[in-house]
């Protein structure tokens, strides 16, 4: 059975929609992230870049958010645009703005607003623009079209989902009423009863939810390097 490793974070969630929607059987791992468990000698076998999510499927391991669902989408033949160069491109396009662009960014605007050690208005202003730059051309591209590669729910739809659950979090309580093509996805996803089992997963395991020294230490060790490096 396909073993995932998951935290019901972003990139984890992604994954746990298409495992919800496709009906795969799956075992679910916690890898608690805020105890630092991303970074034991075993997960860094399945995983190296010590990050969530993971899966092992028999002898196959895959990890990377969009690499996992790339490979789910392949197994099970579902959730895939048409298979044509031209669909297909697009769906690689997409996929790869999502995760080397909308999320990162998406990312570090809020780490620089909720954990940077003091404010730094160089980074936030870069952040926030970039962020806002990512998000404006997803919403533009659902202002075109009922889901993010014309009429039919892909994977992509699936990565755009993990990341707009922390839209009111990282851009403001009333950000989505700027981005009203993304909520529209968004709303219609959580609708979904593969999105409402995705979301009571984190019920199935207790999950250190607190940012104690620990857990700011395990999600952000260049803290430590930096004192280290100042003694
Ligand atoms: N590019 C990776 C990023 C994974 C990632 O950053 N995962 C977060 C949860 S959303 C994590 O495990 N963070 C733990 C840490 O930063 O130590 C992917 O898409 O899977």
Redesign the pocket.
């Known amino acids: 059975m396909i073993r995932f490793y998951y935290?019901p974070?972003?990139?984890?969630s992604k994954v746990a929609l298409f495992l919800e929607e496709s009906g795969l059987a799956y075992q679910l791992i916690l890898v608690d992230?805020h105890k630092g468990e991303?970074h034991t000698p075993e997960y860094l076998a399945i995983n190296p870049?010590?990050?969530?999510?993971a899966l092992v499927d028999g002898d196959v391991t895959v990890?990377?958010?969009?690499a996992i669902l790339l490979y789910l989408a392949e197994k099970t033949g579902q959730f895939l645009p048409a298979a044509t160069p031209e669909a297909r491109g697009q769906m690689y396009s997409w996929l790869m703005l999502q995760?080397t662009g909308l999320?990162p960014m998406t990312g570090q605007y809020a780490h620089f607003q909720f954990f940077a050690p003091e404010p730094l208005p160089y980074a936030l202003n870069r952040f926030e623009f970039e962020a806002w730059r990512h998000w404006n051309l997803i919403d533009a591209q659902l202002a075109k079209q009922r889901y993010m590669l014309g009429e039919a729910y892909t994977i992509v739809d699936m990565a755009i989902w993990g990341w707009a659950r922390v839209i009111p979090f990282a851009l403001g309580s009333s950000a989505f009423d700027k981005l009203p093509h993304v909520k529209r996805l968004f709303d219609e996803i959580n609708a979904r009863p593969a999105a409402q089992r995705t979301e009571d997963l984190k019920n199935q395991h207790s999950h250190k939810t607190d940012f104690d020294a620990d857990t700011l230490k395990?999600?952000f060790p260049h803290n430590t390097k930096q004192a280290v490096c100042a003694v």
Do not use: V
């Open positions: 935290h974070s972003p990139n984890p992230i991303q870049n010590g990050r969530t999510p990890f990377d958010s969009n995760g999320a395990a999600l």
